[in-house]
Antibody
Framework: EVQLVESGGGLAQPGGSLRLSCATS????????MNWVRQAPGKGPEWVAN????????YYVDSVKGRFTISRDNPNNSLYLQMNSLRADDTAVYYC???????????????????WGQGTMVTVSS | DILMTQSPDSLAVSLGERATINCKSS????????????LAWYQQKPGQPPKLLIY???TRESGVPDRFSGSGSGTDFTLTISSLQAEDVAVYYC?????????FGQGTKLGIK
């Protein structure tokens, strides 16, 4: 069974840091683009960042550039999000999500998100 | 950046009746080289992550009931539930994956009349 399990969320002060982890299983992690997506309370999802299957390409939404760092450890099937200089508007549930493969050799990043974790809550407040 | 706008914000439909949700993108998400629309639909129930229903605007994900269908091209898209079931109560989101930042609509809350 394909699984994504996030951890590391919690309460942080404005200006503080948190490191989120996403443990994966049931698929060949090192062949897939992966994303972090967040959802503030009562709002729609917001894409945060993604990383190529080999870690050689990384993209961020403008609002987190310079503050968040996405990374991955393929031998350990894990995805990470280092969040620094946290702000109140970073408060959200953070999901890791897999980019789909629509053909056998498909490794494009321009695909839907077919598997999502259950999410981890990040609250930024003093 | 592409902006995704859904309508209506909320919708109540009787059990067994048709539900229709619309999504408009501020730019075309149709790639002429492969004639595919880079548009997905997700369903989200309370306390759960989004679940993929439809990709390429009209292709159902494996295991999704055939009462769910997607249509449209370019900038205008529709999700249709042909015969509403109680388990379809949820918030529905469209998403473009044509360019970064990938963008989601604001959501449409679907309930029972």
């Amino acid at each position: 069974e394909v699984q994504l399990v996030e951890s590391g969320g919690g309460l942080a002060q404005p200006g503080g840091s948190l490191r989120l982890s996403c443990a994966t299983s049931g698929f060949t992690f090192g062949r897939y683009w992966m994303n972090w997506v967040r959802q503030a309370p009562g709002k729609g999802p917001e894409w945060v960042a993604n990383i190529k299957y080999d870690g050689s390409e990384i993209y961020y939404v403008d609002s987190v550039k310079g503050r968040f760092t996405i990374s991955r450890d393929n031998p350990n099937n894990s995805l990470y999000l280092q969040m620094n200089s946290l702000r109140a508007d970073d408060t959200a549930v953070y999901y890791c999500a897999r980019v789909s493969h629509r053909t056998v050799d498909d490794q494009s990043r321009w695909r839907d998100f077919d598997i999502w974790g259950q999410g981890t809550m990040v609250t930024v407040s003093s | 950046d592409i902006l995704m706008t859904q309508s209506p914000d909320s919708l109540a439909v009787s059990l067994g009746e048709r539900a229709t949700i619309n999504c408009k993108s501020s730019q075309s998400v149709l790639y002429s080289s492969n004639n595919k629309n880079y548009l997905a639909w997700y369903q989200q129930k309370p306390g759960q992550p989004p679940k993929l229903l439809i990709y390429w605007a009209s292709t159902r994900e494996s295991g999704v009931p055939d009462r769910f269908s997607g249509s449209g091209s370019g900038t205008d898209f529709t999700l249709t539930i042909s015969s509403l079931q109680a388990e379809d109560v949820a918030v529905y989101y469209c998403q473009q994956y044509w360019t970064t930042p990938y963008a989601f609509g604001q959501g449409t809350k679907l309930g029972i009349k």
